[in-house]
């Protein structure tokens, strides 16, 4: 199986593509793993060579004890294309995935080709909340919360009738509570706003229409506010715009790193 030890931690990872061409990495969200870009994969194979990996205490990489930060995950990301040889990639990633890709252009921003941050904000809700859900899972596991997510991460109709939907669920509750918690912790404590116009890699930011964790109002906007230079794409979904408009998705990543300022 596909592991490279970086930063310290074993990382799972798969790598698909032809040799030669850009390089892709794919970023997934709190509680899920590599496998949720699946619907992206096939047209996104066409054009990139495309790295998904498993973020630290999520699927198949090393689950380490304690609180996380963001700049420990993006270290992660860092380490990882590094250790892989590759100095220069574009990046999506998707809520979680969008912070640790924040974190990347403001801190790393001489890798980058191209930056699509979906479904994701600069600060990502009250203290309080995140005290309450590190709470509910430190006494009840995953499964304590995994009906609230599940109505977070979908829209009702397709959370009945989506298989990608009942996939999410069953690797949401497969998730390391110690790894989800340490992640929790990195997002509770995240606060990109200030450094926000540091960003100058081209950046699409992509929102849902329906997305009751992340909204437009106080988070996507925000970022294309104050990222100079960004494109915006809303979709008519719920917190996974990926599974849920994988179509719209993918069509928007795709003419957003095919234009001239994004070197991928």
């Not at 993006?74 to 590759?86: P, Q, T, V």
């Not at 497969?174 to 950046?203: M, N, Q, W």
Request: net charge neutral; aromatic share 8%; charged share 20%.
């Amino acid at each position: 199986m596909p592991f490279i030890t970086a930063n310290n931690t074993r990382q799972f990872y798969r790598l698909e593509g032809q040799p030669g061409m850009p390089v892709l990495m794919l970023s997934h969200s709190l509680g899920a793993d590599h496998g949720m870009w699946a619907p992206q994969m096939a047209d996104l194979l066409s054009h990139f060579q495309v790295l998904r990996y498993d973020t630290r205490g999520h699927g198949a990489s090393d689950v380490s004890k304690g609180e996380y930060t963001l700049e420990l995950l993006g270290r992660d990301a860092l380490s990882l294309m590094d250790a892989l040889g590759i100095r220069q990639f574009a990046f999506c990633g998707l809520s979680m995935g969008g912070a640790v890709g924040q974190w990347l252009a403001i801190h790393a921003q001489e890798h980058l080709t191209g930056l699509v941050l979906a479904n994701t904000s600069p600060q990502f809700g009250p203290r309080n909340n995140w005290e309450a859900r590190i709470k509910a899972v430190s006494d009840g596991g995953m499964a304590a919360i995994v009906d609230v997510v599940m109505g977070r991460f979908f829209s009702p109709e397709v959370l009945a009738r989506d298989p990608y939907a009942a996939s999410v669920k069953s690797i949401f509750l497969s998730t390391e509570p110690t790894g989800y918690l340490g992640c929790c912790a990195a997002l509770r404590d995240f606060d990109s706003r200030e450094a926000l116009r540091k960003i100058h890699v081209p950046t699409l930011v992509i929102a849902g229409d329906r997305d009751l964790s992340t909204p437009w109002e106080g988070h996507g906007e925000v970022l294309a506010r104050d990222i100079p230079g960004a494109r915006v794409a809303r979709l008519p979904s719920a917190h996974l715009s990926n599974i849920e408009r994988p179509r719209s998705f993918t069509t928007a990543v795709l003419e957003f790193l095919r234009l001239p300022g994004c070197r991928a």
